[in-house]
């Protein structure tokens, strides 16, 4: 930590600076992709669902979407595009010939990917208010919460960029860790559905779990309790995480 100084900051700068000119084609897709599955699975697989726990199917899986999408931004930002600027791009070296460190480097991406996902909160709120499935105004505190959580994804996918061999290994992570997160994590039905030693594993080892957790508490103004607990466990995993994060990043690229 003590080669960490507000240097990581200007990092974060240039990224936003090459998003600035191509915000388009990294903004509107990933944007789409959440509404697409709320009309989908809320209108229709939600007509076969009458309510869970008296909340309509369309209101319990709109949070859970809007966590998968501060998880994908963040996530694939640390992981695909951390990879091209790191291998392809050499920017990273560019950045390192100057009195930016290795660490401030790698902190102002993770930096950039936490806040890919405050972006993309910042969007998608919106269309969830403008559909009625959330409350107001406890809502409103999943913008700075999404970057909470970007900050999470992020440095998970920063620990297995420095671990890959090459660009197209990221699809393990992305198949092996990313979609049993998507699917088990309680976006689609509530984890107690599951037998009790995967809710064990799920809240112990699923980070979505608890974004999950959370989102639903601020959007359904319900399961304060669940919000407690993802805060704690964040508040714990992430900065061992982002440390761990940093300690391989600077293991691959100093040889």
């Not at 930016?100 to 936490?114: C, K, N, P, Q, S």
């Not at 409350?135 to 999404?146: E, I, K, N, Q, R």
């Not at 112990?204 to 309790?225: C, E």
């Amino acid at each position: 930590m003590k080669n960490l100084s507000g240097r990581a900051w200007a990092v974060w700068r240039r990224n936003l600076d090459v998003f600035s000119k191509t915000w388009r084609v990294n903004l509107i897709p990933p944007a789409i992709e959440p509404v697409l599955y709320l009309l989908a699975l809320g209108f229709g697989v939600g007509a076969f669902i009458t309510d869970i726990d008296g909340v309509p199917y369309i209101r319990f899986i709109a949070p859970a979407l809007f966590a998968v999408s501060v998880m994908n931004a963040s996530f694939f930002e640390c992981t695909y595009g951390s990879y091209v600027r790191m291998y392809y791009q050499k920017t990273f070296d560019a950045i390192v010939a100057t009195p930016v460190t290795i660490e401030e480097v790698i902190a102002g991406e993770i930096l950039w990917g936490a806040t890919r996902s405050l972006i993309s909160a910042a969007i998608i709120l919106p269309v969830l208010i403008l559909f009625g499935v959330v409350d107001l105004p406890g809502s409103l505190l999943l913008v700075p919460f999404a970057f909470v959580a970007g900050l999470l994804f992020a440095s998970i996918g920063m620990c297995f960029t420095a671990v890959i061999p090459n660009i197209e290994s990221i699809n393990y992570p992305a198949f092996l860790f990313i979609t049993p997160m998507f699917l088990f994590s309680g976006t689609f039905f509530p984890i107690d559905l599951l037998p009790e030693p995967l809710q064990a594993l799920a809240l112990a080892v699923l980070p979505l779990a608890h974004v999950v957790n959370v989102a639903r508490a601020l959007t359904l103004s319900t399961g304060w309790n669940l919000l407690v607990l993802g805060l704690l466990w964040m508040a714990a995993a992430t900065p061992l995480i982002f440390l761990l994060a940093l300690r391989l990043m600077k293991k691959r690229l100093i040889v």
